[in-house]
């Protein structure tokens, strides 16, 4: 079965630092995409950050260019989302969420799957609060 596991989440103050993982299993990263969402209460869940592993594209949005990245652990079939700089807009719960790939390019993965969660596998999220 595919499934994607979230960790590492947790409480820092304004200006610190989280890394997210997200361990897979039941695919591998050679036919599969994976990317982060957020969704903080009352607002919509959005796409953070996607990679395709496989050739190495990106995608972020904008609140976080230059302040996040995302990387891949192929032999661990691991990906990381390291989040520098955090400000109390990051607060939200992030889940991972993995998609056969080469269905549309990341941008328009990001919109549409924060709209139409059902194309995905989705964890079950864990819990990044910032404080000022």
């Known amino acids: 079965d595919v499934q994607v596991v979230e960790s590492g989440g947790g409480s820092v103050q304004a200006g610190g630092s989280l890394r997210l993982s997200c361990a897979a299993s039941?695919?591998?990263?050679?036919?599969?995409?994976i990317g982060w969402f957020r969704q903080a209460p009352g607002k919509r869940r959005e796409g953070v950050s996607l990679v395709s592993c496989n050739d190495g594209t990106t995608y972020f949005t904008d609140a976080v260019k230059g302040r996040f990245t995302i990387s891949c652990d192929s032999a661990k079939n691991t990906v990381y989302l390291q989040m520098n700089s955090l400000k109390p807009e990051d607060t939200a719960v992030y889940y991972c969420?993995?998609?056969?790939?080469?269905?549309?390019?990341?941008?328009?993965?990001?919109?549409?799957?924060?709209?139409?969660?059902?194309?995905?596998?989705w964890g079950q999220g864990t819990q990044v609060t910032v404080s000022s």
């Open positions: 969420a993995t998609w056969h790939s080469g269905l549309f390019n990341l941008s328009t993965l990001a919109t549409m799957l924060s709209r139409t969660p059902d194309f995905a596998y």
């Open positions: 039941g695919f591998t990263f050679d036919t599969y995409d």
